[in-house]
């Protein structure tokens, strides 16, 4: 998974069906309109679309750039603010189409060749017709992204307190007790992780593992301690000095302060956080549940824990501004495939935590990996 | 008796008849003898097939610039033995099967159902009927040939090693599998038909029991690029067209320039006319990258996954326009993957591509064990691999849905010329 826009907050190409209903890019054919099919062409100078009126239900602009320059197409309501749907980022000769799903009404059309300006704009009908459609939900939507964001800080400040503790021990050399804390304090890494790695900077300082690193690179941040606080499986391990581990220690916790100072200052936007929920999945197939993320430690389905509460998280917001656009089905299904993989993962609750992941079976395994996969298909299907 | 024959029963090290001898049916040598001089005849290409429209010998060796075909198998091979001279020997038992095979012959001289009822055939049979398929065979050198790991002279060779030729550096992203990884030697079989592929590696190690021992061998079913400008840009297990700016057979300067060995390059007073391949086993984690969006998938490589124009629009071949402005930041993007290999942000430097997919089954967890079997030819490894693959591992996005878990490197060299075995410019 990858959300490297997140941080800069650059538009994602997906977006929650409904809402803007950009859901799909079935080929097109006819172009006047009548099946929902809209041809549009937009020059240097020009904006040709070949429609100005289509029945209520699903439309798809199939939009071509003839120019030379980047374009843009905007379907807007009729205050000709409100996008109820765009493409973007067009290069010259290439074609993108645009699905929404569009209520009657009045709207306008905008080709914005050279991504400037108001665009070359043209009034554009919606008719009544069988296909009933709704308008979608802001108040879910703006509750949702205040809701993402209170966590994500609320996790990156919990994050901050536990690595300060996490660094005191470990500096003290009170080694059990930091490896007590260790998986404590990582959960809240792996609660927001998408968020925490999309900080290109900090994240290959803090989060980087042995095999990830480049000749030369200089390997810090949790796995580094991580390894020193349980050398046994590690070949001719030399532990750290005290005066080395001060110094990863500090290093780990400045940086913890640096992020958590960034994220302090974050927004979401609804596909973020859907796109964002999606994305801890896949951390969690990718290097959770094949024991790649804790190497030393085997902690591995704390993270894998953490992921998933973060999805949910995600999910739980997206979710009333699913079942109000209609896809209460979806949103059930969801809602029993979350539960589903809570019930295969608290079976290896041990205490406050998990067993070691050495400690699970092949087959084990693959159930996780199986359930992971299956709540995986339908984030997809919901961004 | 054929030329080759002539070359080969001339050979100092173990011929055929010669391993025969050595063998549990030492009895039959002579019968075994006298039958293949009777039935020499018989080692012809495949009757009615078209013949190869590869050469083994000549300045280059084939499989590198020739249209690349739709089969792979790659062998690496431990040398076993101590003996230089066995060792030569094995490189001109190998030239003059490798010559059969290419021509849609047996590997042998007898045949599959040629010889005596009484030995195994010298040619394992299942390429009976096929034609040559266009088969071509490339032969390479490891590091390890030259010195051991303990930088050792193995063969007398040592100061012959350029000194660009030694393993491949730890990259990020690396999680190699030595069983998958090095090898002193190396063999590319590629061919239209699969069985032809296997055909050839097959019997070459056949032929080389005792001298060497596969380390290990990929299949690859479906190629990745294109060699000449004929043949169409296909696609990788992503589902998109990669390697389209690969260096073609047609541009004769650029060969010199970025993939063939000059003389006055260090070890270039055998290996000019060669190149050299770095081998790369790329697994993909196919499952995860399919529930990425079409656009994120897009924006990951840099082109669009239909015709494979760049995002700054245009045809497939047109050049990636790396300025041009998108809604946030380039519209192709700085991380995409045509953006972090493109020969712009490289110095310049282009490689040769002849890569394939492989899916080698499934994972435990029933993933599937596939990717891209990345093979590029070079001039220089150390200025136009490494830093392309450090760059990659990176800056590259798409680095996220990839494992490296196999690595190698070889010198290639020159094709060999009339009455020469491989790599002869090495051991002359």
């Known amino acids: 998974m990858n959300l490297r826009h997140l941080a800069t907050g650059a538009s994602l190409a997906l977006l929650v069906p409904g809402l803007a209903a950009c859901t799909s890019n079935s080929p097109t054919t006819g172009a006047d309109g009548s099946d929902g099919k809209v041809t549009v062409t937009s020059s240097d100078d020009a904006c040709t679309v070949s429609a100005t009126e289509v029945p209520a239900g699903p439309v798809t602009f199939e939009v071509t750039n003839s120019g030379k320059q980047v374009t843009e197409f905007y379907l807007l309501g009729e205050d000709g603010l409100r996008i109820v749907g765009e493409v973007e980022n067009i290069g010259p000769q290439l074609s993108r189409d645009l699905v929404v799903n569009v209520p009657a009404g009045t709207y306008s059309t905008a080709c914005k060749p050279g991504m400037k300006g108001e665009g070359i704009r043209a009034g554009f009908t919606v008719t009544k017709s069988d ?10 939507v703006e509750q949702a992204q205040t809701n993402y964001a209170t966590y994500v800080k609320d996790q990156s400040d919990q994050l901050l307190t536990k690595t300060t503790e996490f660094v005191r021990l470990y500096e003290a050399g009170k080694d059990d007790e930091a490896r007590d804390l260790y998986a404590k304090a990582r959960v809240h890494w792996e609660r927001i992780e998408t968020v925490a790695e999309s900080f290109g900077d900090l994240d290959p300082k803090m989060d980087a593992r042995e095999a990830d690193l480049e000749p030369g690179q200089k390997w810090t941040g949790w796995h580094r301690i991580e390894k020193d606080l349980w050398p046994q499986d590690a070949k001719d391990y030399t532990a750290l000095t005290d005066a080395q581990r001060k110094t990863y220690g500090q290093d ?11 994220i302090q200052k974050m927004t979401f936007t609804i596909d973020q956080i859907a796109n964002g929920s999606r994305g801890l999945l896949e951390e969690v197939a990718k290097g959770k549940v094949t024991g790649e993320e804790e190497a030393w430690s085997h902690t591995d389905l704390w993270d894998f824990q953490a992921n998933v509460d973060g999805a949910k998280v995600g999910y739980d917001g997206v979710r009333p501004v699913l079942v109000a656009n209609g896809d209460k089905d979806l949103a059930k299904q969801l809602d029993s495939r979350f539960a589903e993989l809570q019930k295969l993962l608290d079976q290896h609750k041990k205490g406050d935590g998990f067993v070691s992941y050495t400690d699970l079976s092949k087959a084990e395994v693959k159930d996780l990996s199986d359930a992971v996969n299956a709540l995986s298909k339908l984030t997809a299907a919901v961004v | 008796m ?11 090290g173990p011929s055929r008849r010669a391993m025969i001898g050595t063998g549990a049916v030492a009895s039959a040598i002579g019968i075994a003898g006298g039958f293949t001089a009777g039935r020499a005849t018989a080692a012809e290409p495949t ?18 610039t020739t249209p690349v075909q739709d089969r792979l198998h790659f062998a690496a091979f431990d040398v076993t033995t101590t003996s230089r001279a066995r060792l030569i020997s094995l490189l001109k038992e190998w030239t003059l099967a490798a010559e059969r095979l290419m021509d849609g012959g047996p590997a042998g001289p007898i045949g599959p159902v040629e010889g005596d009822y009484r030995l195994p055939p010298d040619d394992t049979g299942e390429a009976i009927g096929l034609p040559p398929s266009r088969l071509t065979l490339t032969f390479g050198f490891g590091p390890g040939l030259f010195v051991d790991d303990e930088g050792k002279d193995r063969f007398g060779l040592a100061d012959r090693r350029p000194e660009v030729l030694t393993d491949l550096p730890h990259f990020p992203g690396d999680q190699l599998d030595q069983a998958r ?4 030697l190396c063999v590319q079989a590629c061919a239209d038909d699969p069985q032809v592929a296997v055909h050839a590696i097959r ?7 005792g001298t060497v021992s ?10 990745t690029s294109s060699t000449t400008a004929g043949q169409a840009t296909p696609r990788n297990l992503f589902g998109f067209k990669d390697g389209t700016k690969n260096v073609l057979a047609e541009e004769a300067k650029a060969l010199d320039e970025h993939v063939w060995v000059q003389p006055d390059d260090h070890g270039g007073d055998w290996l000019a006319g060669g190149s050299y391949l770095a081998v790369r086993r790329i697994n993909m984690v196919i499952e995860t990258w399919d529930r990425q969006g079409l656009g994120e998938q897009e924006s990951l490589i840099g082109r669009t996954k239909d015709s494979g124009a760049p995002l700054s629009g245009g045809q497939e071949h047109d050049d990636p326009d790396f300025a041009m402005p998108g809604k946030d930041g380039p519209i192709v993007p700085k991380d995409s993957h045509v953006a972090v290999v493109h020969p712009d942000h490289n110095d310049g430097v282009r490689i040769l591509r002849r890569g394939y997919n492989f899916v080698d089954g499934s994972t435990d967890l029933g993933t599937l064990d596939a990717g891209l079997f990345f093979l590029a030819y070079v001039r220089d490894p150390a200025t136009q691999f490494v830093p392309m693959q450090n760059s990659m591992a990176k800056n590259d996005a798409m ?30």
Do not use: C
């Open chain 1, 131 to 140: 296909t009933p459609v709704d308008a979608g939900d802001q108040a879910n």
């Open chain 1, 252 to 262: 780990l916790l400045k940086n913890t302060t640096t992020l958590d100072s960034r």
């Open chain 2, 2 to 12: 054929t030329e080759e024959e002539t070359t080969e029963s001339t050979s100092s």
């Open chain 2, 181 to 184: 990884s090095r090898g002193d």
């Open chain 2, 203 to 209: 019997n070459l190690a056949r032929i080389g029991f």
């Open chain 2, 399 to 428: 680095m996220e849905y990839l494992k490296f878990t196999g690595s190698a490197l070889f010198a290639i060299p020159p094709g060999p010329a009339e009455g020469e075995y491989i790599g002869q410019t090495l051991f002359g």
């Open chain 2, 47 to 64: 009757k009615g097939a078209p013949p190869s429209p590869f050469a083994l010998r000549g300045a280059h060796q084939p499989g590198i």
């Open chain 2, 214 to 223: 596969v380390r290990w061998s990929q299949l690859g079913f479906g190629r």
